[in-house]
């Protein structure tokens, strides 16, 4: 995991020419651009999950176990679709139909009066993101090989958190023309849906088969989109790579330490420290920090290596720190030091992961990585809410003793280099 790819348009590296009609980094922003635009679906959706259900008649309870089944799907079925998507090769396929899923499910939702209906749509909706994630993040790996692993993935991420601010906003702007209708808000939502799943057909169409970019391979496609199987799924059935592992530990440990923006925007209400009305903005400006951050961190990903990571455990120990003040200029800090972090979990933290494991096995290791997050900010959900019931500075010293640990794991994952990349630098 040492430095990104110095070795684009060597006789032997990745090549500038494009895997198809269109170069890599062409292929990373259009795809962010699909990203983009489903998120304008999916954030804006999830933005009144609660209200509507509750609209339907759900209780608190319900709520509450329709929205960690979706969050627990949209990350543990991954231990399915990627490696999945790794046997078949069809990776544009899982993509496709992951996106297809989400953009049908959401305007749905608009549609229904049922409570069961709309709780099984609220699933649907994260399953979709379960199905394509894993195969999605493999085909931007490829042609990140090209651009610096990086700076393809946080130009993906920004374009992404692009998305993520829209997609609220607009639904917000509809429920104060219609009166808190529901339905035609939801239904609004089909309109990008539709053009991100457009887009997405259309740039497999124009790149059938992105690991071009990565193999160097700039001949004109002739073979079928997909990556050609090689003796029965030997390659997936081998073991990741130790370093592998011990980087999902890192990340894991980090997670686990991370507060939810759930708990801070509790902390902020609850100690009269913000209105209501004036959370959903300060989530916007977050947002904003962690588009912004995940550029950054990747850009230096690309120039110093894994390194960079060390700011993340950092990050993520401050937070508690200052987003957990009495005072609201701390807390405020806090609240965008916590989407800092966020933007760097969402791009750097996978760019890393195509750096530590070869094509034939990256969708089972990206299926892996997510469950791994998944679980690990589930706990640290809890781990954050049920100690700032019990003490913060509690909450505070458990977070920053996690983090410490995290710094250490990744000091030795970092020294372990992967065979044919110079030793990265390392702290100290």
Do not use: N
């Not at 651009?33 to 933005?47: H, K, Q």
């Not at 120039?303 to 993520?316: H, I």
Request: proline residues 7%.
């Amino acid at each position: 995991m040492a430095h990104g790819p110095k070795h684009a348009g060597t006789p032997t590296g990745p090549s500038e020419e494009p895997a198809g009609p269109l170069s890599a980094w062409r292929f990373v922003v259009w795809f962010g651009v699909v990203a983009m635009l489903a998120d304008v679906v999916y954030e804006g959706a999830r933005s009144i999950t609660g209200p509507l259900l509750a609209h339907l008649g759900a209780s608190a309870l319900v709520v509450g176990v329709v929205t960690g089944v979706g969050e627990a799907s949209a990350f543990v079925l991954r231990l399915v679709s990627g490696p999945l998507a790794d046997r078949t090769g069809r990776f544009w396929a899982w993509a496709i139909a992951g996106y297809g899923l989400t953009v049908v499910s959401v305007p749905l939702l608009g549609l229904t009066s049922v409570l069961w209906v709309a709780c099984a749509l609220v699933i649907s909706e994260r399953v979709g993101k379960a199905v394509r994630q894993p195969a999605k993040d493999t085909l931007l790996s490829h042609a990140s090989a090209v651009t610096g692993r990086g700076r393809g993935f946080a130009v993906h991420e920004a374009l992404d958190q692009a998305g993520a601010l829209v997609g609220p906003l607009a639904v917000a702007g509809v429920l104060a023309v219609t009166g808190d209708d529901y339905g035609p808000a939801l239904l609004t939502l089909a309109v990008p849906g539709a053009l991100a799943l457009a887009l997405v057909v259309w740039l497999r169409v124009r790149v059938p088969r992105p690991v071009r970019y990565e193999r160097g391979d700039t001949s004109t496609p002739t073979a079928p989109a997909r990556t050609p199987r090689r003796a029965p799924s030997r390659a997936v059935a081998a073991r990741l790579p130790g370093r592998f592992w011990m980087y999902a530990v890192f990340a894991g440990l980090t997670m686990t330490g991370f507060a939810t923006f759930g708990v801070l925007s509790f902390h902020l209400v609850s100690a009269d420290l913000l209105p209501a009305s004036a959370v959903p903005v300060l989530y916007a400006a977050a947002m904003v920090v962690d588009a912004v951050a995940a550029v950054a961190t990747g850009w230096a990903y690309d120039r110093y290596g894994g390194v960079v990571l060390v700011v993340l455990p950092v990050a993520a120990a401050l937070v508690p720190a200052l987003a957990f003040s009495a005072t609201l200029p701390l807390a405020l800090a806090g609240v965008l030091v916590w989407g800092a972090a966020l933007g760097m979990q969402e791009s750097t933290l996978k760019a890393t992961v195509a750096d530590l494991v070869g094509p034939d096995r990256r969708a089972t290791a990206y299926g892996m990585f997510g469950a791994v997050i998944g679980v690990a900010a589930a706990g640290g959900g809890a781990l954050a809410g049920g100690l700032y019931e019990t003490s913060v500075p509690l909450l505070v010293a458990v977070t920053v003793a996690l983090q410490v640990v995290a710094l250490g794991v990744l000091a030795r994952t970092l020294r372990r280099a992967p065979p044919g990349r110079a030793a990265p630098r390392v702290p100290g």
